[in-house]
T-cell receptor
């Protein structure tokens, strides 16, 4: 398997523009996570899905952020409108539950977002 | 006070030294994760544990649930171990809360 795939790897945009980040989880994984990493706040969970259903979105900063998972192999994180303080590295990760046990999370390479 | 505290924040060692990184947490957890973030930014899961001890190669992770404390040990450290090591606790469901990370530099 290719692992978790994220696109784009780098995104530079201007304040006010819409940004869409994409993630393809590992096939067969039933959990998908979106994280944000900044120097000031470190790694933070934004939202996670189980079987395509959002379970916990308490980390989503505000209404400008939205995430969807239309099927088991694709998720998007959208920021509209973007602001300079959204500049960060956004990671997607996936995992699976086997025998009712949680397992390790596999991280994608991240998308480095810069909002000017 | 953060829910997850790591120490030290920075650690410099000579090749071959035994290294310990500590993680303390203040909440009830279902599991604790140790992650490694390479200089290029990629994140790799090293361990996930809910009790006792796990070993993988030169890496050992232990957890004491009663004391809410975990340690990551690296034996015979090598320059390629230089990375940021992050402790994360799994609380409700699959939610992870992260420590600030420990920057490890191993000099040849």
């Amino acid at each position: 398997d290719a692992g978790v795939i994220q696109s784009p790897r780098h995104e530079v945009t201007e304040m006010g523009q819409e940004v869409t980040l994409r993630c393809k989880p590992i096939s067969g994984h039933d959990y998908l996570f979106w994280y944000r990493q900044t120097m000031m706040r470190g790694l933070e969970l934004l939202i996670y899905f189980n079987n395509n259903v959002p379970i916990d979105d308490s980390g989503m900063p505000e209404d400008r952020f939205s995430a969807k998972m239309p099927n088991a192999s694709f998720s998007t994180l959208k920021i509209q409108p973007s602001e300079p303080r959204d500049s960060a590295v956004y990671f997607c990760a996936s995992s699976q539950v086997r025998d009712s046990q949680y397992n390790e999370q596999f991280f994608g390479p991240g998308t480095r977002l810069t909002v000017l | 006070k953060n829910e997850v505290e790591q120490s030290p924040q920075n650690l410099t060692a000579q090749e071959g030294e035994f290294i310990t990184i500590n993680c303390s947490y203040s909440v009830g957890i279902s599991a604790l994760h140790w992650l490694q973030q390479h200089p290029g930014g990629g994140i790799v899961s090293l361990f996930m544990l809910s009790s006792g001890k796990k070993k993988h190669g030169r890496l050992i992770a232990t957890i004491n649930i009663q004391e809410k404390h975990s340690s990551l040990h690296i034996t015979a450290s090598h320059p390629r171990d230089s990375a940021v090591y992050i402790c994360a606790v799994q609380t409700s469901g699959s939610r992870l809360t992260f420590g600030e990370g420990t920057q490890l530099t191993v000099n040849p």
